[in-house]
T-cell receptor, first 112, second 113 residues
């Protein structure tokens, strides 16, 4: 089983739609969680950290369910510029060091 | 300034060449990383440096040799690479400790011929 699993998509949605991505992780000792965005042939860029209480940044909402080892990202009012690959990233556990493990990514295509 | 700078942006090298990738950050981050990313795949961790000491080596072949000369610089020395080593090599940095966001450089696109 992969450490971090995501549906690769692609998710094809029209502008203005709401879309949700899910991610599961296998290491129950994982302590920190992030969503990154990666555009084609570019580096990953931090979108937001994910907290147990859930957090929101504009049109983006992230949630963490530690009991189910599940992370989600909700994008409201999708824009064309949201088209990218969204990477779920988990700190790989109790090494004491920041070992970020990436999911395979979910590709989002927003169309006019 | 949340910038991680990598040079060169593109590199083509033969299998007998020796080359180095460079990474620099001035954010005061004490953890630095090398990742390898193949097309349509997620980044895979290669090395982690914490306070200039190698903390994690993800069983990377010895033809890849990391070096951290100081807290701002990270190098990856390449020698006798294979064509399958062609990939995007990403450097990242973060504040030390768990739970901190990592910031990535633009990467070096390496082609081994």
């Amino acid at each position: 089983r992969k450490e971090v699993e995501q549906d690769p998509g692609p998710f094809n949605v029209p502008e203005g739609a709401t879309v949700a991505f899910n991610c599961t992780y296998s290491n129950s000792a994982s302590q920190s969680f992030f969503w990154y965005r990666q555009d084609c042939r570019k580096e990953p860029k931090l979108l937001m950290s994910v907290y147990s209480s859930g957090n929101e940044d504009g049109r983006f909402t992230a949630q963490l369910n530690r009991a189910s080892q599940y992370i989600s990202l909700l994008i409201r009012d999708s824009k064309l510029s949201d088209s990218a690959t969204y990477l779920c990233v988990v700190n790989g556990g109790n090494t004491g060091f920041q070992k970020l493990v990436f999911g395979t990514g979910t590709r989002l295509l927003v169309s006019p | 300034d949340t910038e991680v700078t990598q040079t060169p942006k593109h590199l083509v090298m033969g299998m007998t060449n020796k080359k180095s990738l460079k990474c620099e950050q001035h954010m005061g981050h004490r953890a630095m990383y090398w990742y390898k990313q193949k097309a349509k795949k997620p980044p895979e961790l290669m090395f982690v440096y914490s306070y200039e000491k190698l903390s994690i080596n993800e069983s990377v072949p010895s033809r890849f040799s990391p070096e951290c000369p100081n807290s701002s610089l990270l190098n990856l020395h390449l020698h006798a690479l294979q064509p399958e080593d062609s990939a995007l090599y990403l450097c990242a940095s973060s504040p030390s400790g768990v739970g901190k966001e990592a910031f990535f450089g633009q990467g070096t696109r390496l082609t081994v011929v």
